[in-house]
């Protein structure tokens, strides 16, 4: 006879999976709100030079989009090739467009 394939219930490894997803969203989460109060202790304390303090907090925030953008926007899945191209096709030509208006501006 064959197997009843509507089954609901999951197989341990897809179990598994789930988990270790799971393991790694929180893992990325709680590293999120460590960047966020490590840059809020450095603004409110004054425990870092001025001239230091922006490009740290860029830095914080390119981490943080990252994150959001690898983990919870799921562009490391397979399937998601297409808004990942979309998406980076997006910041390559603000970055061009940034850069041109950038240029013409201070040259």
């Known amino acids: 006879m064959a197997e009843n394939t509507n089954s609901k219930e999951t197989n341990p490894f897809q179990k598994q999976k789930n988990r270790d997803e799971m393991q790694k969203q929180v893992i990325s989460f709680a590293m999120m709100i460590l960047f966020t109060i490590i840059a809020f202790v450095i603004v409110a304390t004054d425990m870092m030079q001025e001239m230091f ?3 740290v907090l ?3 925030a390119i981490v943080q989009v990252a994150f ?3 983990y ?3 562009l490391k899945d397979k399937g998601h090739a297409f808004a990942a191209v979309m998406f980076y096709g997006g910041v390559w030509a603000a970055a061009l467009t940034l850069a041109a208006l950038g ?3 201070w040259w």
């Open 68 to 70: 959001q953008l690898y």
């Open 53 to 55: 303090v922006v490009p």
């Open 58 to 60: 860029l830095i914080l």
């Open 72 to 74: 919870f926007m799921h």
């Open 103 to 105: 240029v013409i501006t």
